[in-house]
């Protein structure tokens, strides 16, 4: 089952004419989540044709605008749409104070109710259904800030069309077996589940990492990772305002994917002083090969 990232923003806080604010939107199961919402991103989810009324699951990762601001004008759309299904945010503390105080003031009642998690701790699961887990990540920010972790659960064995004809496995019986039960044929032989199926597709896994400085602690919680965006918004030519803003440069992003054993990174949250994004992959790909950057509208998939 593949897990895809569709990029909406990779630029940061100042408003650059190429870059939008961090969002994304993550296809993963059954469900499309969005994470982060920064100014604009209903618009950027009109252009890459995401049916936003799919979306049941929102995750903020802090509390700067770059990362929220585009919140309530995508509330306001679902409930002009005449949304009915309820909506889960999982945020920091204060979001929903932040957000019920705009409606109220406004004397709006949205057609659809609104869940607040709030995100406190890291290494907690946050959400979880059939398919996938999220659980909050530690990152070291000016402000509280959590990134997000999403792991696909292990699929049911498929069965093997071969071997079930080799065995001469009734019809009826293979619901069961997809299930993972053993069969027993009429004269009592038992062919054990594994002669009849094959493994299923190996889960994958994605990390979420909004801004941060340099955090090691960040290293167990991803480790080997199939994908990981890893905030970069500075070359190693600014490390000095990096360290200041508590923000990462491209070298400190690839050196997590490194030492977290990651398979592959997405470096993103360019400051828009940069003209273009050579820099940063070649940065990141001295320390990690497999480094890539975001842009607007393009899909990852794992
Ligand atoms: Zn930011
Ligand atoms: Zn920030």
Same mark, same amino acid.
């Given at each position: 089952?593949?897990? @895809? ?9 100042? +408003? ?6 961090? &969002?994304?939107?993550?296809? !993963? ?7 982060? !919402?920064?100014?604009?991103? /209903?618009? /950027? ?65 949205? &057609? ?6 709030? %995100? ?7 959400? @979880?259904? =059939? ?10 920010? #000016?402000? +509280? !800030?959590?990134?997000?972790?999403? /792991? ?25 077996? &997809? ?9 009592? %032989? ?9 493994? *299923?597709?190996? *889960?994958?896994?994605?990390?979420? !990492? ?12 991803? @480790? ?25 440069? =491209?070298?400190?992003?690839? $050196? ?28 990141? #790909?001295?320390?990690?090969?497999? =480094?890539?950057?975001?842009? @607007?509208?393009?899909?990852? $998939?794992?």
């Amino acid at each position: 089952m593949a897990l @895809e990232v569709l990029i909406l923003g990779s630029g940061s806080a100042l +408003p650059a004419l190429s870059a939008n604010q961090t &969002s994304q939107v993550i296809s !993963c199961g059954n469900q499309l989540f969005l994470v982060d !919402c920064g100014e604009g991103t /209903q618009v /950027q989810l009109r252009k890459n044709k995401v049916k936003i009324q799919n979306i049941n699951q929102v995750f903020i990762s802090h509390l700067h605008g770059d990362h929220f601001f585009g919140l309530v004008g995508l509330l306001s759309t679902m409930h002009l749409l005449g949304r009915r299904a309820e909506l889960t945010i999982h945020g920091p503390k204060g979001l929903a104070e932040i957000v019920e105080i705009q409606f109220r003031n406004a004397g709006s009642h949205l &057609s659809f109710q609104m869940i607040f998690n709030t %995100v406190e701790k890291a290494g907690e699961v946050i959400y @979880e259904d =059939a398919k996938v887990v999220v659980t909050s990540l530690p990152l070291k920010h #000016r402000i +509280p !800030c959590f990134g997000f972790h999403f /792991q696909e659960k292990k699929g049911l064995r498929k069965l093997d069309g071969q071997k079930l004809l080799e065995y001469n496995i009734p019809v009826y019986a293979r619901k069961s077996i &997809s299930e993972g039960e053993d069969f027993r044929s009429e004269d009592g %032989v038992l062919i054990k589940n594994a002669q009849l199926t094959n493994d *299923p597709p190996k *889960p994958t896994s994605y990390a979420f !990492c909004s801004d941060t400085a340099y955090y090691e602690k960040l290293i167990p919680f991803i @480790e080997e990772v199939d994908l990981l965006y890893h905030e970069a918004t500075f070359l190693e030519s600014e490390r000095e305002r990096a360290k200041k803003t508590f923000h990462s440069t =491209a070298k400190d992003a690839a $050196t997590i994917a490194l030492k977290a054993n990651a398979k592959h990174l997405i470096l993103g949250h360019f400051s828009n002083r940069y003209k273009n994004k050579d820099g940063f992959l070649q940065e990141a #790909r001295m320390v990690f090969k497999q =480094a890539n950057v975001a842009e @607007e509208g393009k899909v990852f $998939t794992v």
